[in-house]
């Protein structure tokens, strides 16, 4: 599934094409919104909040999350579609650009004034000019007991972290996936660390967690099962963690450098 980064980064691109300039088609291929006609609206922003994209008008909120096959290409008017146009689920055009938004896992358009009941429940967003790190903190501990690995994935808590990054995160902070969140010693040091890591990612395609951005390289631990550790050689290790068998996620860890 994208994470904050790539979501931030399609934001940033949807911004540059659609911003301030007026709507001339819009073409919503989901049958709740299959009749609604935005042209004529001025886009006044494109924001990102974790991994949720809104795109705004004056009167409406177009709010979308890619999930895990979703994707927004920006493009020239009349240039060829990138992707089977049965997977379009939203066309956006002005006098210049075109916005096609394919395999949308979320694709709805809400009244500005209630764009709150979809993401409200949404922690601070780690990329947000108002990102707000001790009030992320204060969620992440509510609960004590709970595997770190899970609160930090929780987008109630705080909204931005997938799968990826935390499973980086926590081999760099020497973190197993299972340590309850209560007994993380510094644990504003480690969300600081991975909002930097978003931080530096968010301009790139190709993310790193080493400092190589070479293939088979860039990674620590993730999806790098049946590998040896790079730092101590210790065979990886790789299994699934949830609350409930429909939420488990896959972790990776070293048994040597996490504690």
Known sequence: MPEGDTVWRTAHHLHEALAGRELTRTDFRVPAFATLDLSGEVVDEVASHGKHLLIRTPRHSIHS???????????RLESPWRRPGHSARAVLENDEWQAIGYSLGILEVLDIDD???????????LLGADWDLELAVANTTADPDRPVFLALLDQRNLAGFGNEYVNELLFIMGLLPTRPIGEVPDLTRVIS????????NKARVERSFTGSTRTGEDRW??????????????????????????????????????T
């Open 65 to 75: 999350h890619l999930k895990m096959e979703g994707a927004w290409h920006v493009q």
């Open 221 to 258: 631990v993730y999806n790098r099962e049946r590998a040896r550790c790079r730092r101590c050689g210790t065979r990886l290790r790789n299994g699934k963690l949830g609350d409930r068998p429909t939420t488990e996620r896959d972790c990776f860890w070293c048994p040597h450098c996490q």
């Open 115 to 125: 764009e709150e009941s979809a993401i409200g429940y949404l922690g601070p967003d």
């Open 193 to 200: 660390r991975g909002q930097r890591m978003l931080d530096v």
